[in-house]
């Protein structure tokens, strides 16, 4: 049976901070034992808790630049 992706943000570092309104390129590492990985989505969680989907890259190296117009934690 497949086995799920390891999927881990490499960029900005965990607990990073902005000054709104920021443009913030976004890395992932992607691999699988058992399946072509062919795209990663990119979902926020905003600052009221839901999860929208902003980007998607469907090639490796897997990166998106995130723009976060307004202030909060996301």
Request: no cysteine; net charge neutral; glycine share 8%.
């Amino acid at each position: 049976s497949p086995v799920p992706p390891t999927v881990g943000i490499t960029s900005p570092a965990s607990g990073a901070t902005f000054t709104a309104p920021a443009t913030i390129p976004v890395t992932v590492s992607a691999t699988s034992s058992t399946s072509l990985i062919t795209r990663v989505e990119y979902l926020v969680t905003g600052p009221s808790g839901s999860q929208q989907l902003v980007g998607t890259a469907t090639a490796a190296p897997w990166s998106y630049t995130l723009s976060l117009p307004t202030a909060g934690q996301y």
